[in-house]
T-cell receptor, first 113, second 111 residues
């Protein structure tokens, strides 16, 4: 069974640009969550999708958005990039939306210059 | 804000020794999970313990949960070089869907 796939693995963007990250969950998993990981802040929850609906959202500005498609694949978008958006963005999939094990992708390392 | 706080922040031990790390949290939970992360890569799930469980084992891992103290511990026995990683605890807050993470314990196993 294939794991969680995140693309691209690495990105370098310029301040003010926008970026779209992609996540393909494990087959059969309908829940996808996104996290931002930085050395200073640890893992911060961005949002969670289940059956194409956003079920929960973390405390991030509106520049961060996401969506989930009917095949459970998910994308997150960051507009008007800032230097502070440089981070490892992790996607996790799980069978259900709570109380279950989360399977993580390798992440997308975004560098904003 | 973080729900879980791991302790210690960093731990360095000799190969073969046991490693213990702790996690404290603030609110009632449904379950607590431990994850491992190697060198800035994705996280790997280690073990999930439910709020009505007190202890759980998986191979060389032993997790305890004390809901009265709002704390959990992860014990790795007979450590190996491959155990070098950061270890995170994650909890739900009992009512919400999201996992809330601690800052992690960085474990270094010296050969």
């Amino acid at each position: 069974k294939a794991g969680v796939t995140q693309t691209p693995r690495y990105l370098i963007k310029t301040r003010g640009q926008q970026v779209t990250l992609s996540c393909s969950p494990i087959s059969g998993h309908r829940s996808v969550s996104w996290y931002q990981q930085t050395p200073g802040q640890g893992l911060q929850f961005l949002f969670e999708y289940f059956s194409e609906t956003q079920r929960n959202k973390g405390n991030f500005p509106g520049r961060f958005s996401g969506r989930q498609f009917s095949n459970s694949r998910s994308e997150m978008n960051v507009s008007t990039l800032e230097l502070g958006d440089s981070a490892l963005y992790l996607c996790a999939s799980s069978l259900a939306i709570r109380n279950t094990e989360a399977f993580f992708g390798q992440g997308t390392r975004l560098t904003v210059v | 804000s973080q729900q879980g706080e791991e302790d210690p922040q960093a731990l360095s031990i000799q190969e073969g020794e046991n490693a213990t790390m702790n996690c404290s949290y603030k609110t009632s939970i449904n379950n607590l999970q431990w994850y491992r992360q190697n060198s800035g890569r994705g996280l790997v799930h280690l073990i999930l313990i439910r709020s009505n469980e007190r202890e759980k084992h998986s191979g060389r891992l032993r997790v305890t949960l004390d809901t009265s103290k709002k704390s959990s511990s992860l014990l790795i026995t007979a450590s190996r070089a491959a155990d070098t990683a950061s270890y995170f605890c994650a909890t739900d807050d009992g009512s919400n869907y999201q996992l809330i993470w601690g800052a992690g314990t960085k474990l270094i196993i010296k050969p």
